[in-house]
């Protein structure tokens, strides 16, 4: 499975936008890039996914380089029950397994 | 949207005996399920993949006779721990890919198990 780099921590206030991001140089053409997210204590939950062309859905936006070898996790304005780990996963797009790396852990403040 | 409901979401069991946990997918059928396990402060690692009507694929260095799974229908998938040890204390969770006619829609995630094994 290509893999990829996320930071390990960042931090944002409450209501400003969020940027996470995402590398994956070895991203192969049929790698569709997934986001995930895991509330302390929960199971992960899905939060959008993209192939080629920028993403937007009522929880992110997901801006990915034309090379495809980066992408960015946009949360418009963060809220303290967006505080989780964020996992950028690569997957074909069947169903292949996803394999989650160490993910962002994001903490919002007031 | 489509839900896998995951029972029971903790659990406390003595050394020695097996536990079940259940995975129902809910609007939807799931011919694939994952398993995963996920130890404090650690990333979801992968169990192994069941499939509804064969045997499941085991990721290496996880014992199959010790988490027996059974994905008999298209709706339920079940991990059982068998004689389990302190060391088997994790948070389970199972997943299931979300199939369209336009492909893989992503992943919906069961609210996990909290195994304490006394």
């Known amino acids: 499975d290509a893999k990829t780099t996320q930071p390990n921590s960042m931090e944002s206030n409450e209501e400003e936008p969020v940027h996470l991001p995402c590398n994956h140089s070895t991203i192969s053409g049929t790698d569709y890039i997934h986001w995930y997210r895991q509330l302390p204590s929960q199971g992960p939950e899905y939060v959008i996914h993209?192939?080629?062309s920028n993403v937007n859905n009522r929880m992110a936006s997901l801006a990915i380089a034309e090379d495809r070898k980066s992408s960015t996790l946009i949360l418009h304005r963060a809220t303290l029950r967006d505080a989780a780990v964020y996992y950028c996963i690569l997957n074909t797009g069947t169903a292949s397994k996803l394999t989650f790396g160490t993910g962002t852990r994001l903490q919002v403040t007031l | 949207g489509a839900v896998v409901s995951q029972h029971p979401s903790r659990v406390i069991c003595k050394s020695g005996t097996s536990v079940k946990i259940e995975c129902r997918s809910l609007d939807f059928q799931a011919t694939t399920m994952f398993w995963y396990r996920q130890f404090p402060k650690q990333s979801l690692m992968l169990m192994a993949t069941?499939?509804?009507?064969?045997?499941?694929?085991?990721e290496q260095g996880v014992e199959k006779d010790k988490f027996l799974i059974n994905h008999a229908s298209l709706t339920l998938s079940t991990l059982t721990v068998t004689s389990a040890h302190p060391e088997d204390s994790s948070f389970y969770i199972c997943?299931?890919?979300?199939?369209?006619?336009?492909?893989?829609?992503?992943?919906?995630f069961g609210s996990g198990t909290r195994l304490t094994v006394v």
């Open positions: 069941s499939n509804e009507g064969s045997k499941a694929t085991y």
């Open positions: 993209g192939l080629t």
């Open positions: 997943s299931a890919p979300l199939l369209g006619t336009g492909g893989n829609f992503g992943y919906t």
